[in-house]
């Protein structure tokens, strides 16, 4: 027998579990979470017959830190999986009214930078995280530009915005679909994270969950995909034990 055979073997058969696993990740990122696709679907194909689902603009939990950025159903949370070896880094708000109509407000007092090629976000600085003080965190606001990447940011925000005071509660601009390719716009929503300082006065690439924050106790709502939680969060602080 060729003494290279068994060794074969093996590589062939590593090659087969790499493929099987490889295989997995992108059907379940295909796939994602099929019951939280069906209520966004649901939503978005008749907002009219589901007002209770909207979370509103500007609301904020008791003993809550942030506002509710914007109005609408918050569809897909963080720690979801859409893309092979990637999860949700921030939650998804669905507003109900047509491109760039609904308004986005800050979630907090802080400090706006709008990078000089940023088309549809912004980042707000917080320079004191009341849940860890000390820590630097920056909520991240982005999908505010049409197919195309003309922007609905608010005109106060130009690109190379720096260290801009904001209010919580103040206009940012209004929800769109931008995703950078215009041929597969996003649908209309807003996704906002929670984005760990990089410890040098900048930001951490909120791409990777692993720079951002479980966004829950900043908004007393269960936020986060392991909460098992469907439908509209509700607040922590009214939930009961056989609420939804
Ligand atoms: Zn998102």
Same mark, same amino acid.
């Given at each position: 027998?060729?003494?290279?055979? &068994?060794?074969?073997?093996?590589?062939?058969?590593?090659?087969?579990?790499?493929?099987?696993?490889?295989?997995?990740?992108?059907?379940?990122?295909?796939?994602?979470?099929?019951?939280?696709?069906?209520?966004?679907?649901?939503?978005?194909?008749?907002?009219?017959?589901?007002?209770?689902?909207?979370?509103?603009?500007?609301?904020?939990?008791?003993?809550?830190?942030?506002?509710? &950025?914007?109005?609408?159903?918050?569809?897909?949370?963080?720690?979801?999986?859409?893309?092979?070896?990637?999860?949700?880094?921030?939650?998804? *708000?669905?507003?109900?009214?047509?491109?760039?109509?609904?308004?986005?407000?800050?979630?907090?007092? !802080?400090?706006?930078?709008?990078?000089?090629?940023?088309?549809?976000?912004?980042?707000?600085?917080?320079?004191?995280?009341?849940?860890?003080? !000390?820590?630097?965190?920056?909520?991240?606001?982005?999908?505010?530009?049409?197919?195309?990447?003309?922007?609905?940011?608010?005109?106060?925000?130009?690109?190379?915005? @720096?260290?801009?005071?904001?209010?919580?509660?103040?206009?940012?601009?209004?929800?769109?679909?931008?995703?950078?390719?215009?041929?597969?716009?996003?649908?209309?929503?807003?996704?906002?994270?929670? *984005?760990? !300082?990089?410890?040098?006065?900048?930001?951490?690439?909120?791409?990777?969950?692993?720079?951002?924050?479980?966004?829950?106790?900043?908004?007393? @709502?269960?936020?986060?995909?392991?909460?098992?939680?469907?439908?509209?969060?509700?607040?922590?602080?009214?939930?009961?034990?056989?609420?939804?």
């Amino acid at each position: 027998m060729n003494p290279l055979l &068994p060794a074969l073997g093996l590589i062939l058969f590593a090659v087969l579990v790499a493929a099987a696993v490889l295989a997995y990740l992108i059907l379940r990122g295909r796939l994602g979470d099929p019951k939280r696709n069906a209520l966004v679907w649901e939503y978005l194909h008749s907002p009219a017959a589901h007002p209770d689902w909207v979370t509103r603009a500007n609301s904020r939990c008791e003993g809550a830190l942030f506002a509710f &950025p914007t109005d609408g159903y918050i569809g897909y949370l963080w720690g979801g999986t859409f893309q092979p070896l990637e999860r949700h880094q921030g939650i998804d *708000v669905f507003g109900n009214l047509p491109l760039g109509q609904t308004p986005v407000y800050s979630a907090s007092d !802080g400090f706006l930078t709008r990078l000089a090629d940023w088309k549809s976000a912004v980042i707000i600085r917080v320079p004191d995280d009341p849940l860890a003080p !000390g820590r630097t965190i920056w909520i991240y606001y982005a999908h505010m530009a049409d197919p195309q990447g003309n922007s609905f940011i608010d005109a106060g925000f130009p690109p190379g915005t @720096m260290e801009k005071p904001v209010r919580m509660g103040q206009r940012l601009g209004f929800q769109g679909n931008y995703s950078g390719d215009p041929a597969n716009p996003s649908g209309v929503h807003l996704h906002l994270s929670i *984005v760990l !300082g990089d410890g040098q006065g900048g930001f951490r690439n909120e791409t990777d969950i692993a720079n951002t924050l479980d966004p829950s106790p900043y908004f007393g @709502m269960p936020l986060n995909t392991e909460s098992g939680q469907y439908g509209p969060p509700h607040c922590l602080a009214d939930s009961n034990p056989n609420g939804n």
